[in-house]
């Protein structure tokens, strides 16, 4: 499993997160192109495999959500994604807030 978080608004890119059993990452673009090819680049960083993964998008990206899936499910080989949008993210050690 993965998680990722995308960030839209935030002072800078946050460094990624790795857990003991899921790979994660986070991307802080406006462009949500560059945005999934950097969480793919930092998930294939940290391994393969996995059959599921999930993704959190700022309310800014919700329209690009189904090209974020498609090129995360192409480059990581996860055929699976579920996830939501919402009005901001936060991540402790980060501070990335909208």
Same mark, same amino acid.
């Given at each position: 499993?993965? $998680?990722?978080?995308? !960030?839209?608004? !935030?002072?800078?890119? /946050?460094?990624?997160?790795?857990?003991?059993?899921?790979? /994660?990452?986070?991307?802080?673009?406006?462009? =949500?192109? +560059?945005? =999934?090819?950097?969480? /793919?680049?930092?998930?294939?960083? $940290?391994? #393969?495999?996995?059959?599921?993964?999930?993704?959190?998008?700022?309310? +800014?990206?919700? #329209?690009?959500?189904?090209?974020?899936?498609?090129?995360? #499910?192409?480059?990581?080989?996860?055929?699976?994604?579920?996830?939501?949008?919402?009005?901001?993210?936060?991540? +402790? $050690? #980060?501070? !990335?807030?909208?």
């Amino acid at each position: 499993m993965q $998680q990722i978080w995308i !960030c839209s608004k !935030c002072p800078e890119q /946050a460094p990624i997160m790795v857990l003991d059993r899921f790979r /994660a990452a986070l991307a802080v673009e406006n462009d =949500a192109t +560059r945005a =999934a090819h950097l969480l /793919a680049d930092n998930l294939l960083g $940290q391994g #393969s495999g996995g059959t599921v993964g999930f993704l959190y998008a700022t309310d +800014r990206l919700k #329209s690009d959500l189904a090209p974020i899936v498609d090129i995360l #499910s192409q480059r990581t080989r996860v055929p699976n994604w579920v996830g939501t949008f919402g009005f901001g993210g936060y991540r +402790r $050690q #980060s501070g !990335c807030v909208q």
